[in-house]
């Protein structure tokens, strides 16, 4: 404004205008959801002009981020899957002027446990332990409760104090038969497994020592273990017996060697699947004694239908014939 004795005079009006890169003001929090429900981030900032706003998204922890298409917009907005736990959100702002970039925010996706692993058929002696596996994911990790059905599945009844993988028992023989579960449960829902059969045998009541040797080491592959294959595969006579028998054997009539087999035949079923045979039962026999464990006892020598498949279950059972 101008001004003199003979008046005023005023100009036009001017406009400051103070451009600003962008300054993030609000962050995006973590959000947590249930799959298939929307999450949604919010972020803001100020800035002249008014920037614009690019959401990024990361799936390995927050070492990359890649721009999500079309998230343009100051609030984001995804349907959730159980895939999409962990990954991380972040908002970039930019104007002529510069960019500003918010904190990152994490997602987690909580969802119902998926059983990954069930537990299967256990055999074993009265008074050894029997093991029962079993997995599930889920978000929140799940906690595991075993139960139990003496009825044929009919019903099932929480283990007290089973809330662990493995489930441990100490096999009786009134448990014969019995079906194992697992249930595993978070604050979203709950899976329960299949059920797996314990089958408990008695004791064996024959030793691998056929030809009844009186030295230490009665029980010989080339021996003992020879016997038993040759009896499976149906030799009888002096084609059972021939070069088979140890130097101190004390069972050395074939008749009784082959009596003696074919009364305990039951004890030699080695893989527990109901039969004795000469290329599962017989080759496990002539194995073990031969030294072999693990892997090399079992591999090709377990029949359908076995019970007690594992090396482990295998190795537990010959030993009770070998004591």
């Not at 103070?18 to 929307?38: C, E, I, K, R």
């Not at 994911?137 to 799940?142: D, E, R």
Request: hydrophobic share 45%.
């Amino acid at each position: 404004m101008f001004t003199s004795v003979a008046g005023t005079a005023t100009t036009t009006t001017a406009t400051l205008t103070v451009n600003a890169p962008p300054s993030v003001s609000v962050n995006p929090s973590n959000v947590t959801m249930l799959a298939g429900h929307v999450a949604t981030f919010s972020a803001s900032a100020t800035g002249y002009p008014a920037p614009s706003v690019q959401w990024q998204s990361s799936t390995d922890g927050g070492l990359n981020f890649a721009n999500m298409p079309g998230a343009t917009g100051a609030t984001l907005n995804v349907m959730t899957n159980k895939d999409m736990n962990g990954n991380r959100y972040r908002a970039v702002f930019t104007n002529a002027y510069g960019q500003a970039t918010s904190t990152v925010a994490t997602l987690t996706v909580q969802f119902a446990p998926t059983v990954t692993a069930n537990p299967s058929a256990f055999s074993a002696v009265a008074g050894a332990a029997a093991k029962f596996y079993a997995a599930a994911t889920g978000n929140p990790a799940p906690s595991v409760q075993w139960q139990v059905s003496t009825n044929a599945g009919a019903s099932y009844t929480n283990l007290v104090g089973s809330t662990a993988v493995p489930l441990v028992i100490t096999s009786q023989a009134s448990q014969n038969g019995n079906l194992y579960r697992a249930v595993f449960a978070n604050n979203v829902d709950s899976a329960t497994t299949t059920a797996a059969t314990l089958n408990v045998a008695a004791l064996p009541t024959a030793t691998l020592d056929i030809d009844h040797s009186v030295t230490a080491t009665k029980y010989d592959a080339l021996t003992d273990g020879l016997l038993v294959l040759r009896a499976l595969f149906g030799l009888t006579g002096t084609g059972l017996t021939t070069n088979a028998l140890g130097a101190t054997a004390t069972r050395t009539d074939p008749a009784d060697v082959k009596a003696y087999i074919d009364s305990n035949l039951a004890s030699f079923d080695i893989d527990g699947n109901g039969s004795v045979d000469a290329l599962t039962d017989g080759l496990l026999i002539l194995r073990y004694l031969l030294g072999l464990i693990d892997n090399a006892l079992v591999t090709g020598a377990i029949g359908p239908g076995a019970t007690r498949g594992g090396a482990a279950q295998v190795q537990a059972y010959l030993l009770l014939l070998t004591p």
